[in-house]
C-alpha cells in the first residue's frame, strides 16, 4: 500500500464525515440563527430559548437523516472491508 491510497483513504474518511454532520450542524446552524434574529426583534434575551429549540431540532434532524446517515456510513465500512480483504 502506497502513500497515495493511504491518503485517498484519509480523504474519503474526512468526507464521510463532512456528510455525516453536516446536515445535522447546518440544521442547529438554521434554528439557531431563527432564534438570534428573534431574540434581536424582540429583545428578550433568555438562554433557555436558544438551548432547548436546538437541541429538539437536532433530534429531529437526526431521525430525518439516521437512513442516509447509515447508508454512508455502510458503503464507506464496506469500501474499508475490501480494501483491506485486497491487501491481507
Known sequence: MNEAAILEIGQNG????????????????????????????????????TFVPKILVIFAAMIFFLPFMMTTLKEFTQQLYSLIVTLG
Do not use: D, N, R, Y
Open 14 to 49: 474526512i468526507w464521510v464525515v463532512l456528510q455525516l454532520a453536516g446536515p445535522i450542524m447546518l440544521s442547529g446552524l438554521l434554528i439557531g440563527l431563527l432564534i438570534a434574529l428573534f431574540q434581536a426583534l424582540t429583545t428578550i434575551q433568555e438562554m433557555t430559548l
